[in-house]
């Protein structure tokens, strides 16, 4: 028997696509709604392909009411929502920031006036530990404080986070679990989805997968000179899958009140930080496949080192992320190869 209906906003994208996948997988009907401005509707044969069901797929803008409106119509019963739909790139919302502040906060705005309209019960938000700015000591807990935003970007998260707190704690008849997430990184094991990210690639795999592939000269490694054992930023890179898979006990959650709580904040990364050149290294170990790299300048506005603390999500969700740094690194190999089979790059 087939568990709620879900909406999945941003369902085409890199994370969405993923969580599209293990929600199915889990006996949820999913519907996808997507302007594929920085998807492909390709996305959707891959996920029929790992999980021999086609999600339900409407192309449009969540900032436009109206399809939003004609969507919970058309697809009655909705229960819960994760909203991915969102810009994405630090760099881009400093040139364009009044796009990434209506695209990220319209969608989500026209999400909470369909959630009352439409009685659905939950919705779970991408967040990210861009709230937490340079955290002022590692491990970071969901109770460090929130630093101010250095991107727009970044600002619409905390702002998000602000309207759905503000929303439910006005009355709203829904529930929220705010999930923020690390560096999310690797593809599915089948290689049939990934990220695939338009133009230059701004965030470190993908240039480290297409560097390998000789698509790109050389990886240009922002900074050695931070106060970190080998100079080199650090991060939590956490899988994608086991991301997605989080999303799945949210709403869950969510839907089957297992909280008394009308909004929950966790934290969604592996508890280990990996710097830049560690990074490179495990990709290389893990592949067998070289990249050439360079020392360059840091880059404008990075964090030093952040890496998560996990355990409020591992004790109150009963999840961990336990693929290890290898395997994901081989996915994100395997998945670029598959593009160059396919033609793509
Ligand atoms: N890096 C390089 N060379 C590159 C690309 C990245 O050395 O070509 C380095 C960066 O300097 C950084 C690390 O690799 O130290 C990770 O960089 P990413 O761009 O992959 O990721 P960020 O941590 O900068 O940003 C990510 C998401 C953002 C999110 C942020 C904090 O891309 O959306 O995490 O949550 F805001």
Redesign the pocket.
């Known amino acids: 028997m087939k568990k709620e209906r879900i909406l999945v906003t941003g369902g085409t994208g890199y994370i969405g696509s993923h969580t599209v996948v293990e929600l199915q997988n889990a006996g949820y009907d999913v519907v996808i709604i997507d302007n594929l401005s920085n998807s492909n509707i390709d996305v959707l044969d891959g996920i029929e392909r790992i999980t021999g069901i086609r999600p339900a797929f409407v192309e449009a803008d969540c900032t436009d009411i109206n399809s939003l409106r004609k969507l919970f119509e058309e697809y009655p019963g909705i229960s819960g929502i994760i909203n991915f739909a969102a810009s994405?790139a630090?760099g881009e919302s400093m040139q364009k920031p009044v796009l990434y502040y209506r695209n990220n906060l319209g969608t989500l705005l026209n999400l909470l006036d369909m959630m009352a309209e439409f009685n659905v019960k939950g919705i779970v938000f991408s967040s990210?530990?861009?709230v937490y700015g340079e955290p002022d000591v590692n491990p970071v807990t969901e109770a460090a404080p929130i630093k101010k935003a250095t991107s727009p970007?970044?600002n619409t998260k905390q702002i998000s986070e602000e309207i759905i707190t503000d929303t439910i704690n006005a009355g709203a008849d829904f529930k929220s679990v705010i999930l923020r997430y690390f560096?999310p990184v690797g593809a599915h094991p089948s290689a049939e989805i990934g990220e695939l990210p338009n133009g230059v690639p701004?965030?470190?795999i993908p240039?480290v997968t297409q560097t390998a592939m000789g698509i790109r000269k050389e990886?240009?490694?922002?900074g050695d000179d931070y106060n970190t054992p080998d100079g080199s930023?650090i991060?939590d890179y956490i899988n994608v899958v086991d991301l997605a898979k989080a999303h799945v006990i949210a709403v869950e959650r969510m839907l089957q009140d297992k909280s008394d709580k009308k909004i929950e904040i966790f934290n969604l990364g592996t508890g280990n930080g990996l710097s830049?050149l560690e990074l490179i290294n495990a990709f290389e170990t893990a592949t067998g496949v070289k990249v050439p790299h360079k020392i360059v300048g840091r880059?404008a506005g990075?964090?030093e080192k952040v890496w998560a603390d996990p355990r409020y999500a591992n004790e109150v969700l009963g999840w961990k992320a336990e693929t290890p740094i290898e395997d994901t690194m081989r996915s994100a190999w395997n998945w670029q190869c598959r593009l160059r089979e396919r033609g793509v790059m």
């Open positions: 994405k630090v990210s530990c861009t970007y970044g560096n701004q965030n470190l240039y990886l240009s490694v922002f930023c991060r830049v880059r990075d964090i």
